[in-house]
C-alpha cells in the first residue's frame, strides 16, 4: 500500500502516526510487559526474520542505557555505518523509539512499515487468543515494528535497547554481537527479582553464544553473575574498571573532556558535551562496545572518529538545560542510583547556590529512596520542592509524595503541592527568579514522562 508522509506531501491511504499511536496505546500498557517470547519468535518467522537482517549491538542494564546506545550510534556513525536505534520510552513522541541514523524515523516509513507488518500482527493476535494468551502487547509490537523497519531500510547495524530484564524481553528475539550491560542496581524488583543476583540473572539473558560481553563496573554480587553467564556461554568478556574504564576527565564548557582506556587502546582528549561522572563511563562502555564490534577487541579504532563521534552525541531528557535565566534542568532519572548520578552531575557541572525542585514520580517506583538520594547530595542547596504529577496514569499522586519528602529531610514549609505541571512550573520559575539570584536553578525529574511533558511545555 501507498502512503506518504504526515509532514504535508499527501494524505496517508489509512495509517497516521497518531493512529497507529492509537492502537499501540489501545494494547496492554507498556509497563504490563508479558514474561514470554513464543510470540516474538512467531512474529519474526512470519514476517521473514527481519531479526536476523543485520547485526545487533544489544543493551541492557538498570541506568544509563539510553545514552550508552546514542554514544554506541553516534560513533558508528562516524565510521559510515548506517545505523538503526532502537530505546525506550520515549520523550515526546513514538517515532523517537525507532531511530535511523541518528534521527527518528520518518513518519511516512513508520506509516508504510507498520500498514505493512500489521496483517501479520493480527495473525499473531488470533493464535494467541485461541490459546487463551493475551494478545501482543505495546511494547512487543513496537519493538517487531522497530525490527521490521530496520530491515526495510536496511541498517548495517541495530543498536537495540532492552525494554525489561533481558531473558524474555521482546528485543532478545535478536541475538547481538555485542551483549552491553549498564549498571545494575534494584529497580523493577516485582518484576525482576528483590537482589542484585536475581536482577543480574535476568539481564544476563542477552549474552548469547558467539556474542562479546561488555559489562560496566557491577556491584560484586551483580558482577559475579554475569561473569559466571560468559564463561558458561562461552563468551569473551571485558568488565569496566578492569580492562577498560575513564582514565581521566575534566569538567568543560557544555560537557567534559575525557581519556579513556580502550580494550584494544587508549583515546585521549575526547569531548563529551554531557553532564556527569556517570556520562565519562557510559562513553567508556560504549567506547568498549564499539571496539568489540568493529575489531573484535583486539583492534584499536582511529582515535579521530571515536572523537567525531562522541563530540557529535546528544541524549535528551539527561542534564539537559532546556531553558536560561533561570536555568532549567531536566532529568530522566526515576530509580535511587539515577537521581544519585543526576544530583552529583549538577554538582559537579553547574554552581548553583540555590535549587528549585520540581518532581514527579510513577507508582512502581522507589520514591523514598528518590528523595533521599537528592536530599543527601542537594540538601545544601535545595530549599523548595514542588510536588507535583504528569499525566500518566501510573503517576503517584502529588498528595502521596510528601511523607516521603518528609522522611528524606525537606522542610514542610518549604514544600509546595500542585497537581498540574505546568502550574509546578511556573511556581519554580518564580521561586527562582525571587531576589533576583542569578545563580539559582530549577531541576525537574522523578521520570521519563515527567520530564518529558516538561520539555514539551518549555518548548523542547
Known amino acids: 500500500m501507498s502512503t506518504e508522509d504526515t509532514a504535508g506531501t499527501g494524505p496517508l491511504d489509512r495509517f497516521s502516526v497518531e493512529s497507529v499511536y492509537a492502537e499501540l496505546l489501545s494494547r496492554a500498557p507498556e509497563n504490563r510487559m508479558e514474561p514470554r517470547m513464543a510470540p516474538l519468535v512467531r512474529a ?31 560513533i558508528l556513525l562516524a565510521h559510515d555505518l548506517r545505523t538503526g536505534r532502537f530505546t525506550s520510552p520515549h520523550l515526546s513522541r513514538v517515532t523517537e523509539r525507532i531511530s535511523i541514523d541518528g534521527e527518528p524515523v520518518r513518519d511516512e516509513t513508520f506509516v508504510r512499515v507498520w500498514d505493512e507488518v500489521k496483517p501479520y500482527l493480527d495473525i499473531v493476535d488470533g493464535e494467541l487468543l485461541v490459546a487463551g494468551e493475551p494478545r501482543l502487547t505495546y511494547f512487543e509490537c513496537v519493538t517487531i515494528l522497530a525490527f521490521a523497519v530496520f530491515a526495510d531500510e536496511p541498517v548495517d547495524v541495530a543498536v537495540l535497547e532492552v525494554g525489561l530484564g533481558g531473558i524474555t524481553d521482546a528485543t532478545n528475539v535478536g541475538d547481538g554481537q555485542v551483549a552491553v550491560i549498564t549498571p545494575i542496581s534494584l529497580d523493577h524488583t516485582e518484576l525482576l527479582g528483590d537482589t542484585l543476583e536475581d536482577i543480574a540473572r535476568e539481564k544476563a539473558g542477552i549474552i548469547k553464544p558467539g556474542s562479546f560481553l561488555v559489562s560496566a563496573a557491577q556491584p560484586r554480587e551483580a558482577a559475579q553473575v554475569l561473569l559466571e553467564t560468559a564463561r558458561e556461554t562461552g563468551v569473551d568478556f571485558r568488565f569496566e574498571g578492569v580492562e577498560f574504564g575513564v582514565e581521566s576527565r575534566t569538567v568543560a564548557v557544555g560537557g567534559q573532556v575525557v581519556s579513556l582506556t580502550g580494550l584494544a587502546g587508549r583515546y585521549g582528549e575526547l569531548l563529551v558535551p554531557l553532564h556527569g561522572e556517570h556520562q565519562a563511563q557510559n562513553a567508556a562502555v560504549a567506547v568498549a562496545a564499539v571496539e568489540a564490534f568493529l575489531g573484535g577487541g583486539t583492534r584499536q579504532l582511529e582515535t579521530g572518529l571515536i572523537r567525531d563521534g562522541l563530540r557529535s552525541v546528544t541524549s535528551p531528557g539527561r542534564l539537559e538545560v532546556v531553558r536560561t535565566a533561570p536555568s532549567i534542568i531536566v532529568d530522566a532519572a526515576h530509580n535511587p542510583a539515577g537521581a544519585r548520578a543526576a544530583a552529583k552531575g549538577i554538582k559537579e557541572a553547574f554552581d548553583f547556590s540555590r535549587l528549585v525542585l520540581v518532581i514527579g514520580i ?57 497537581d498540574r505541571l505546568d502550574d509546578a512550573l511556573e511556581w519554580a520559575v518564580l521561586k527562582a527568579e525571587e531576589n533576583n539570584d542569578l545563580a539559582g536553578g530549577i531541576l525537574v525529574t522523578g521520570s521519563i514522562t515527567m520530564v518529558g511533558e516538561a520539555r514539551t511545555l518549555l518548548g523542547k
Open 44 to 74: 519474526m518467522e512470519i514476517l521473514g526474520e527481519p531479526n536476523r537482517a543485520f547485526p545487533i549491538i544489544h543493551i541492557t542494564g538498570t541506568n544509563g542505557k539510553t545514552s550508552t546506545a546514542r554514544m554506541i550510534e553516534s
Open 362 to 418: 510513577l507508582q512502581d517506583k522507589d520514591a523514598a529512596g528518590i528523595f533521599a538520594e537528592l536530599y543527601e547530595e542537594l540538601g545544601g542547596i535545595l530549599e523548595d520542592v514542588c510536588l507535583t504529577q504528569s499525566t500518566s496514569p501510573r503517576s503517584i499522586p502529588a498528595t502521596d509524595l510528601l511523607q516521603a519528602a518528609l522522611a528524606a529531610g525537606f522542610a514542610e514549609e518549604n514544600i509546595n503541592i500542585v
